[in-house]
């Protein structure tokens, strides 16, 4: 039964940043369900809310109003070591640049975060090189992050968020930073990531490729939902 419900469930979620006289409301009064397995792109021009969006769904801030669930989870009451332990166990994070660490190889960045659970090394090994032959990159696992292009590193990144088998995986502009070569081969791993139901992805992005690539597609502005392609 429990699979049933929606993995997200946004309820008039309102989140309010105060600038001295001025409010901004970054998010404005949304109400949204997301099935597991989904995979949704999130778009709108630049400040109508995104990243906003993303860091409440990730845990990364409280709404001012309104309630979060994900997985069951209630994050608007959710306290900190409760919000903490979430992020670990439930979320994968993509950024734009990567953000992989310099001075370690392919497996051992996608090795780390089940390193840092206190995985067993063998075992956390295993598992990293699975993810790394999904991402394509077996032949790379002992090669550096400066040995490799934009997108094997980005793609390395994905691996790493998909390690300790989160139940949502949050993109935020994962292209961005690519050349067009680079950005079609993460989106089509993208895509294969949803296809295989690995995780629900939400990817927040500009382009117009990676949002079709998506099985859903939400368009914000000025805080609030405008268009929703599954009708909802
Ligand atoms: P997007 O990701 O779509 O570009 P954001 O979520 O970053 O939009 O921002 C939405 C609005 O909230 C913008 O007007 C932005 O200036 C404002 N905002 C975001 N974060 C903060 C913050 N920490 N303090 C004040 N205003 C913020």
């Known amino acids: 039964m429990a699979d049933k419900a929606p993995l997200i469930s946004l309820k008039n979620v309102t989140r309010e940043y105060k600038t001295g006289e001025r409010t901004v409301h970054a998010v404005d009064g949304v109400s949204l369900e997301i099935a597991r397995h989904e995979f949704v792109a999130v778009s709108g021009p630049s400040g109508c809310g995104k990243s906003t969006l993303i860091h409440l769904l990730a845990g990364l801030e409280p709404p001012t109003a309104g309630e979060i ?6 994050l608007h009451t959710a306290d ?7 992020r ?3 979320i994968g994070l993509v950024f734009q640049f990567f953000n992989l660490l310099p001075t370690m190889n392919v497996l051992e960045n996608v090795s780390f975060p089940l390193l840092l659970q206190g995985v067993p090394s063998p075992e956390s090994e295993a598992r990293a090189l699975e993810l790394i032959d999904h991402v394509g990159l077996r032949e790379r696992a002992d090669h550096f992050v400066h040995q490799l292009s934009g997108g094997e590193q980005q793609r390395t990144a994905i691996a790493r968020a998909l390690v300790h088998r989160p139940s949502l995986l949050i993109a935020d502009e994962p292209t961005g930073n690519l050349d067009s070569h680079s950005a079609a081969a993460v989106m089509e791993l993208l895509e294969k990531i949803g296809a ?17 690539a998506a099985s859903r597609r939400v368009e914000m502005h000025d805080g609030k939902v405008v268009r929703d392609s599954s009708g909802r």
Do not use: K, P
């Open 80 to 86: 900190d070591a409760a919000l903490t332990q979430y």
């Open 69 to 74: 669930f994900v997985d069951g989870l209630a």
């Open 196 to 212: 295989d139901g690995l995780t629900t992805l939400i990817v927040v992005t500009h382009s117009d490729e990676v949002a079709r």
């Open 88 to 90: 670990r166990r439930h």
